[in-house]
């Protein structure tokens, strides 16, 4: 028993067990949901004032993605990040350089941009959701195409990081001390990647929802 608390404890360094962490999350959320809709009341109110052309679930829609551009996707690159960490026989990654970290921080707030320009305009959300209705050819086969759309997109978008640090880390020997830090860089880059597709996945699919059901 004392082993098992100590693991959990090891996993989580907060302190806190994994249903108190599901429960904090889950009083998070709920928190959320009353702000989120003020927020959006608001937001139709000043862009009714200004005589902005949007409509209510255009709105929600733009509130929506900024939720998943600002909140989540950052949330889900730490998550995946300290996943591909945990997976790494190595031990502990070492601490990004400050070159490292502002160059993080940067590709941090384009990708947000990003997924906001992406998954926000209800023209790009209108295409997708026609060309998907086109080539929809059963619920197994749709499953199988988004898998492989978002596998071609996270090798796009990670090939040049991985290809110049796994072209490094070929030179080095194995006991070489800038090892660690370019294995961090590479599972930062590949975290990265992963957990930017997944929400612009999220981002389209929340857009969409908000304009299908209003």
């Known amino acids: 028993m004392t082993s098992a608390r100590d693991a959990e404890r090891a996993a989580h360094p907060s ?12 009083l998070a959320v709920i928190g959320e949901v009353p702000l989120v809709l ?14 902005i052309p949007l409509s209510a679930a255009q709105v929600l829609a733009w509130l929506l993605t900024a939720i998943v551009g600002v909140v989540v996707w950052p949330l889900a690159l730490r ?3 300290r996943e591909f960490e945990r997976r790494q026989s190595s031990g502990a990654a070492p601490t990004p350089t ?15 941009v990003a ?28 499953g199988l195409l988004v898998q492989l759309v978002a596998t071609i997109l996270i090798v796009v978008i990670a090939a040049p990081a ?3 640090t796994q072209r490094a880390l070929g ?13 961090e860089r590479q ?28």
């Open 15 to 26: 302190g806190l067990s994994r249903g108190a962490r599901l429960i904090v999350a889950a």
């Open 38 to 51: 003020f927020v959006w009341i608001g937001a139709v109110v000043l862009v009714g004032a200004g005589g």
């Open 79 to 81: 998550r995946a990040r």
């Open 98 to 112: 400050r070159a490292d970290a502002v160059a993080r921080a940067i590709l941090v707030v384009l990708g947000a």
């Open 115 to 142: 997924i906001i320009a992406l998954t926000g305009p209800r023209d790009i959300i209108s295409a997708l959701a026609d060309a998907g209705a086109t080539i929809s050819i059963g619920p197994r086969e749709n």
């Open 162 to 164: 991985l290809m110049l």
């Open 171 to 183: 030179r080095m020997r194995a006991d070489d001390p800038r090892r660690p830090r370019l294995e």
């Open 187 to 214: 599972n930062w880059h590949l975290a990265a990647a992963v957990a930017w597709v997944c929400c612009l996945g999220v981002g389209f699919l929340v857009s969409l929802a908000a304009l299908i059901t209003m």
